[in-house]
């Protein structure tokens, strides 16, 4: 075995964009640390498009948020239609400036961003195609094995941090329970050149057969989401036309794709988040439904919180077990909000036996001074504090 033998503060499992947004956090706050990942490079495709403004607040504390702004659409509004009707509009406008916007970014161009503005602050804090094999926790510090290029290496930090994803080893590894449950909705989604009125605005049509979704990308093009009975394997884009086409009327067939995939929903906890030395942060923490877009933002906020915690925890506290237990509550909590808010969202967009009832309830959403708490909650306003 070839050793490293290096010893950090801590240590981050993970360069997803919880991984690499916490190392800035930690260079911010001059806490020497090494993230781990397994990629050569971010994950192709588009997972997650929306960026919340309490995390363009969040990027805007580390000087790094102009590059998203240049590179993403800014989302003022979103119309909301039952079938093809028209019911109204919830804008964003009027929430707090200069942020008053949900910034949609496909979340490998976010992962660049945030790797490019690491790695100018410092140049050795990611090590990519380095996997995580072993971890082991001793009474005063932690002992990672990874291997890079054939080559086994091992470091050594007073605490380590998993970001390494739902299926997180270091969660595995560290017999910590991860609780909750499958949803029985299912999606398919793919983003195509754009061929609608819509322009930066996003649209939402609650259809008696299924949600549908449809939000603006970069680069003239457009996400849609749609809600399926069942789980489909291998989607097609003529699958996804057909079905936009039967709800809305809107044809999609001259428009390219980029992207198709399909996916379920769960709500998972990991309980606890914190065990000894070893912390889970992000996807590795909590699971949430992607119909509201906040897990990424989640993970966010978790990140900055904990950055927080581990200054006051590594500056010899005496209080470091109530400092993360406090940190653990705070982060339970907020996914739990969250969980609510996914939930919301989803229950609205299924098929329903009393259409009268939900067309009331959106148009009372819809209406101030409800409108405002709607775009509170639709820009994860307040998750640390209240629920829905
Ligand atoms: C369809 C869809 C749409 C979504 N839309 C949104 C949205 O609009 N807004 C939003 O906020 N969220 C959204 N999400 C959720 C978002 O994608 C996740 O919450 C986010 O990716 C979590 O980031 P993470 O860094 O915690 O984990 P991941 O992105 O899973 O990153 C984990 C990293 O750890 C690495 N890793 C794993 N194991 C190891 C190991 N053993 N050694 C080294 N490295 C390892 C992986 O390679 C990976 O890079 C969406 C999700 C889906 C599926």
């Known amino acids: ?25 930690l260079e911010q706050a001059d806490i020497s640390y090494i993230i781990l990942e397994k990629r050569s490079a971010p994950r192709p495709g588009s997972r997650s ?55 949609a970014l496909p979340q490998h ?12 602050r410092n140049p ?28 086994m290496h091992t470091v050594r930090a007073k605490y380590l941090v998993g970001c390494d994803g739902k299926n997180s080893l270091v969660r595995r590894q560290s017999n910590i329970a991860f609780k909750g449950q499958q949803y029985p909705d299912t999606y398919i989604m793919g983003d195509f050149t754009e061929n609608t009125h819509f322009g930066s605005d996003a649209a939402i049509f609650l259809c008696d057969e299924g949600l549908i979704e449809s939000f603006p990308l970069p680069n003239n093009h457009r996400r849609w989401v749609v809600k399926t009975d069942n789980y489909i394997d291998d989607v097609s884009k003529d699958q996804l ?21 399909s996916f379920g929903v769960q709500k998972l906890i990991a309980y606890p988040m914190v065990k000894n030395r070893t912390i889970l942060v992000g996807d590795a923490a909590h699971i949430v439904s992607p119909i509201g877009g906040q897990g990424m933002n989640l993970g966010w906020l978790d990140a900055r919180d904990l950055a927080d915690a581990l200054l006051q925890v590594l500056g010899n506290t005496f209080q470091k077990h109530t400092i993360l237990n406090q940190y653990q509550k705070r982060r339970e909590h907020a996914a739990k909000n969250a969980i609510q808010r996914a939930e919301m969202n989803m229950k609205l967009g299924r098929k329903i036996t009393t259409p009268f009832f939900r067309k009331q309830l959106v148009s009372l959403m819809l209406t101030p001074p409800i409108s405002q708490l709607m775009a509170n909650i639709f820009t994860m306003r307040g998750i640390e504090r209240w629920p829905v």
Do not use: W
């Open 124 to 151: 050795n804090a990611l090590l990519r195609n380095a996997e995580v094999n072993t971890i082991t926790e001793h009474s005063q510090h932690v002992e990672v094995n990874f291997e890079q290029n054939g080559k």
């Open 109 to 120: 161009q976010t992962e660049t961003l945030l790797e490019q503005a690491l790695t100018k």
């Open 1 to 25: 075995m070839n050793s490293l033998s290096e010893t950090y503060q801590v240590i981050i499992i993970g360069g997803g964009p919880v991984g690499l947004y916490l190392g800035l956090c």
């Open 49 to 103: 498009l929306g960026i919340h403004p309490v995390s363009l607040e969040l990027f805007k504390e580390l000087d790094i948020v102009s590059n998203f702004i240049r590179d993403g659409i800014k989302i003022q509004q979103g119309h909301a239609f039952v079938n093809t009707k028209k019911i109204g509009s919830l804008s964003f406008k009027s929430c707090p400036k200069p942020y008053n916007f949900i910034l």
């Open 241 to 261: 036309i057909s079905d936009v086409f039967n709800r809305i009327g809107h044809s999609l067939s001259d428009a390219q794709h980029t992207m198709l995939s």
